[in-house]
């Protein structure tokens, strides 16, 4: 005789599946090709700020390598994503124009934290941001290659003493500075092959306008920001 | 004849359970008692947000009533902070006494939510720079629309988006702390909330971990203006 109870067991699990399936929760890529979260997402809040270690890996070791000239090559932001993209790949270490220095003035539009733990600092030109006129630039203040490391956590905390020392945030999800704030940043001009063809930034500040990088030139890591 | 393959499905449970378990969604008060998420929980990114509808309930009718606007009774934090707690308020107790008078003042933006009640909470104190022991802080909440055909509280969530740069999407109960606070003229009606009255509203992750956090539950709820 047939056990009326029997069907019991997946019925009981069809709940859990559904209430799993109804968050979506922000994809996997550790945050380097993906820009921005979407309304409906889940996503983490993480604290330790200051701390937090790099987790990428697309060109992870140029990534975390600092330029050590001294004096800056550009200055300015179209002077760096004016250059001709070198030939890298995923693997790639730093190499020609990568290892110079950029160092300009430029203003704070928005800045998120994606899973690899690198702030993206989204900067341009113009005192505010203007669809079409401002050049803009993604400049990443990187996560620590490790736990001993004091210089690339020093640049973490400057980056947050500029957007007012939070100690928690949620990742992936852009904040808007209502009033750009003018900042001076240094580091090394970076070809992101996760994004050739721009696409850095948001479409989540003043209303809803496209404010993203046209091409994959970064500054990365970013040695100061003041 | 039994079939081997029965208990798989039972075996399957933790796994999914599990899976369920490592995503801690925020607490699901509505975001009226609780203020802050906690690192590693997990929060809802929302869009639309001049749109989103109040989905509170403790005084839900009272924070949907706006207070006529006119000449303000008062004109600072403390003298809406200070006032005395209207007597014998309950969950679900409607504006009463000084809570239907008017309130305006001039205050600095310090930082700003959206919890899972779809209201703001905007933290504003009485000095450019929040400073401990010195600033007076009230949380004055910018409300959820009361139903989807309303369009004065709609105006004033765009008033207020307006000043925090038009974000068209947020992550529900993390506060975004102001580098530079912004001088804010507002509106609205003295509110005594009493999920909070012993305050505690506000946040602790700006400004390096410091309390920025009302001192009772005295707010202006809902805001008429954010100017």
């Known amino acids: 005789m047939r056990n009326p109870l029997r069907p019991l067991p997946l019925l009981v699990l069809l709940p859990f599946v559904l209430a799993c399936a109804s968050t979506r929760v922000a994809p996997q890529d550790r945050g380097e090709r993906e820009e921005e979260v979407t309304a409906g997402m889940m996503v983490m809040v993480v604290d330790d700020l200051p701390n937090l270690v790099f987790e990428g890996l697309s060109r992870a070791a140029a990534k975390t390598t600092m330029v050590t000239a001294t004096v800056p090559t550009y200055t300015t932001i179209t002077a760096v994503t004016g250059l001709t993209p070198p030939s890298v790949d995923f ?54 290659p490790d736990k001993t490391d004091t210089v690339f956590k020093a640049v973490r905390n400057q980056f947050l003493a500029i957007i007012g020392n939070p100690t928690t945030m949620s990742y992936g999800t852009y904040t808007c500075m209502p009033l750009p704030i003018a900042i001076t940043v240094s580091g090394g001009p970076f070809w992101d092959v996760s994004h050739k063809g721009g696409g850095s930034g948001t479409s989540t500040c003043y209303g809803g306008v496209q404010m993203k990088t046209i091409n994959g030139w970064e500054l990365h890591p970013v040695n100061s920001i003041q | 004849m039994r079939n081997p393959l029965r208990p798989l499905t039972l075996l399957l449970l933790p796994f999914v359970l599990a899976a369920c378990a490592s995503t801690r969604p925020a607490s699901r008060d509505g975001g009226e008692r609780e203020e802050e998420v906690t690192p590693g929980q997990m929060v809802m990114v929302v869009g639309d947000l001049p749109n989103l509808i109040f989905l509170g309930q403790s005084r839900r009718d009272a924070k949907l009533t706006m207070v006529a606007a006119g000449v303000p009774n008062y004109t600072s934090i403390t003298a809406v902070t200070s006032l005395a707690p209207p007597p014998g308020l309950g969950y679900y107790s409607p504006r009463t006494g000084v809570e ?69 999407a947020m992550a529900h109960g993390t506060y975004t702390c102001m580098a530079v606070p912004i001088a804010l003229t507002v509106g609205g009606g003295p509110f005594w909330d009493v999920s909070h009255p012993n305050g505690g509203s506000g946040t602790s992750s700006c400004y390096g971990g410091t309390p920025v956090k009302t001192s009772n539950g005295w707010e202006l709820h809902p805001v008429t203006s954010v100017q």
């Open chain 1, 91 to 144: 693997y790639s270490p730093r190499t020609g124009d990568e290892n110079n220095l950029a160092t300009f003035g430029a203003y704070l539009y928005a800045y998120n934290l994606p899973k690899d733990n690198d702030f993206h600092v989204i900067i341009g030109d113009t005192p505010t941001f203007t669809a079409g006129v401002t050049n803009l630039i993604n400049v990443e203040v990187s996560g620590r």
């Open chain 2, 100 to 168: 239907n008078n008017y309130a305006r003042f001039t205050a600095y933006l310090y930082a700003y939510n959206l919890p899972a009640d779809n209201d703001f909470h905007v933290i504003l104190g009485d000095t450019p720079v929040f400073t401990p022991n010195v600033t007076k802080l009230i949380n004055i909440e910018v409300s959820g629309r009361p139903d989807g055909a309303d369009v004065v509280f709609k105006a004033v969530r765009n008033q207020f988006l307006a000043k925090i740069g038009n974000p068209v």
